[in-house]
């Protein structure tokens, strides 16, 4: 049994762990939206992101330790130093959670993001994956305050935002690809 203050260990090849962090993902509907999500829900992603602010640089580096221990095939698609990526993503983390009230702001931005991935080689299949790591950086980072809400409130976030962002690069694939002889 962990501390009530310890944070949780996600160790690589600990199959209790990756069991019971994989049975607790949801599969994210296309129609997760802002609207849908309630009050108390985008309160407890403030709340929480506000705890992992002060320490944003060590939670996006946990982050990516995650990521690369889920997929280390994906680290040849980063180009830019990892300290760099953490800036952006914490950066881009902090937008969502300030404009999820907003999506008339929020999915335009969404939705550029999700055209942009395509040059860098994102798939479909990689958005489970990095939802999955930030998931885990989250409960690492929050410990005890990672409670089950809090866990769904980020799940219904992360959903809309790989959903968002995976209509984006749908578009973008869409143009690329030759037109149908009519």
Known sequence: MRKPHAPLVWAHGDSRNETAFS??????????????MTPEQ????????ARIEPQAEIAALVFYRNLFTLAPELRGMF???IEVQARKLMDALRY?????EKPDELVPVLEGLGRRHVAYGTKDE?????????LQMLAEV????FTAPTAAAWQDALGFVCATMQRGAHAVEELGRPAAHQ
Do not use: C, K, M, W
Request: glycine share 2%.
């Open 23 to 36: 049975d607790s993902l949801r599969l994210f509907a296309p129609s997760v939206t802002p609207e849908a």
């Open 42 to 49: 985008v309160q407890l992603l403030r709340e929480s992101f």
């Open 79 to 81: 180009s830019t130093s």
């Open 96 to 100: 969502t959670v300030a404009t999820l």
């Open 126 to 134: 990689h958005y489970a994956i990095v939802t999955q790591a930030l």
């Open 142 to 145: 929050l410990g005890r305050n």
